[in-house]
C-alpha cells in the first residue's frame, strides 16, 4: 500500500471514528465538569471500541459508567481508606512502566489478608485509578503481574473475582494490556475456568501464563521490561518492596489527584476538543473487523502477546 494511501485511509477513519465520538458525547447530554472531563475523545472512543463502534450500545455503557463514578466516587478514594488492605503488598504499583509506557500493577494473591470484599474491591479500584493517572501521554493501557508463590485457592474468593472482573468489563473498558500470570499451579488454572463464564473473551484472552524455567518467558519478559526494575519475583534483578515508601508515594500522588480532579473547568474544555490523532487507536490487538482490509494493514499494534 502506497504512504499516501495509508495518510488517506487513516484519515477517513479518525473522520468516522470522531464522527461516533461527537454523537455519544451528544447523546449523553449536559455532564457536570468532572464527568466532563472524564469524557474525553479517548475515553469515549474506548467505550465505542468496546462495543464494536455502535453508537447506541456504548453510550448506555457509558451512562452506566458514570452513574458509578458518580456513586462510588473512585476518583476521592484516599491512601489512608485503603492502607489496611494494602499492607501486606498484596498489590502495588511499582514506579516503573513496561517498555511500551503501560503503567503496572504487581498482585500477589498469598499476601491476602481480609476477607472483606468491599475493602478488597475498593484497593483494586484505588490502585486501577492510580495506575492510569500515571500512564504517559498516547497510552492508555495497564499490565498486571501476579505472582503467585506461595499461592494457595483459599487466597482468592471467587465472590471478589466476579466483582473486579465486572468493574474492569464494565467501567474501565480497554485499560487491561495484558494479565500476566507468572507460575501459577495447575489449582489455578480450574478456578479460571469457573470464572470463565462472567469473563468476556478479551479480558479472558488478555491472560497469558509465564513460567521462571521457561525460556520464551525469559524472553518475553526482558522484551516487556527493564530488567534492572524488574521484581525478582519475575526473573528481574529488584528485590525490595517497601511500604513505608509506598504509602508516602501514595500520599503524594493523593495529592496530585486531587489537584488534577478540581481543575475540571479549566481541563475538560481542553480534554473534549483534543484531536482524535492524538488517541492509539490502534493500541489494541482486538480492532474492529468492520474496517476496510486496506485500512488494516497499515495500522500498527503496539501490544505485544505472549
Not at 526473573?235 to 480532579?261: C, L, P, Q
Amino acid at each position: 500500500m502506497s504512504q499516501d494511501l495509508k495518510k488517506t485511509c487513516q484519515m477517513l477513519i479518525s473522520q468516522e471514528q470522531q464522527a461516533m465520538i461527537n454523537e455519544v458525547r451528544s447523546l449523553i447530554g449536559p455532564l457536570s465538569d468532572k464527568a466532563s472531563l472524564y469524557c474525553s475523545d479517548a475515553s469515549i472512543s474506548r467505550y465505542l471500541r468496546s462495543r464494536n463502534w455502535n453508537v447506541k450500545k456504548a453510550t448506555q455503557m457509558l451512562k452506566q459508567s458514570l452513574e458509578w463514578r458518580k456513586e462510588y466516587k473512585p476518583e476521592e478514594i484516599r491512601w489512608e481508606e485503603v492502607a489496611d488492605e494494602a499492607e501486606t503488598g498484596i498489590m502495588y504499583r511499582p514506579n516503573y512502566h513496561d517498555k511500551y509506557g503501560r503503567s503496572v500493577l504487581v498482585m500477589r494473591p498469598c499476601c491476602q489478608n481480609s476477607k472483606s470484599t468491599e475493602e478488597q474491591v475498593k484497593y483494586f479500584v484505588y490502585s486501577m485509578e492510580n495506575a492510569i493517572l500515571n500512564l504517559p501521554p498516547h497510552q492508555e493501557q495497564v499490565i498486571w503481574l501476579v505472582d503467585f508463590k506461595g499461592f494457595k485457592l483459599s487466597d482468592i474468593s471467587f465472590k471478589v473475582t466476579r466483582e473486579t472482573a465486572h468493574i474492569l468489563q464494565q467501567y474501565y473498558p480497554k485499560r487491561l494490556g495484558l494479565a500476566i500470570m507468572y507460575n501459577a499451579p495447575m489449582i489455578f488454572h480450574t478456578f479460571l475456568s469457573m470464572v470463565k463464564p462472567f469473563a468476556e473473551t478479551e479480558t479472558y484472552n488478555k491472560v497469558k501464563f509465564a513460567y521462571s524455567n521457561d525460556r520464551k518467558t525469559k524472553k518475553i519478559m526482558e522484551d516487556l521490561f527493564d530488567m534492572n526494575n524488574l521484581e525478582s519475583a519475575f526473573g528481574g534483578n529488584d528485590v525490595t518492596f517497601d511500604i513505608k515508601k509506598y504509602a508516602d508515594r501514595m500520599k503524594d500522588e493523593d495529592n496530585k489527584k486531587h489537584s488534577f480532579w478540581t481543575k475540571t473547568k479549566s481541563l475538560s474544555s481542553v480534554a473534549q476538543s483534543a484531536p482524535l490523532d492524538s488517541i492509539r487507536l490502534d493500541a489494541d490487538s482486538d480492532a474492529s473487523n468492520k474496517e476496510k482490509m486496506d485500512c488494516n494493514a497499515a495500522r500498527q499494534h503496539s501490544s505485544l502477546k505472549l
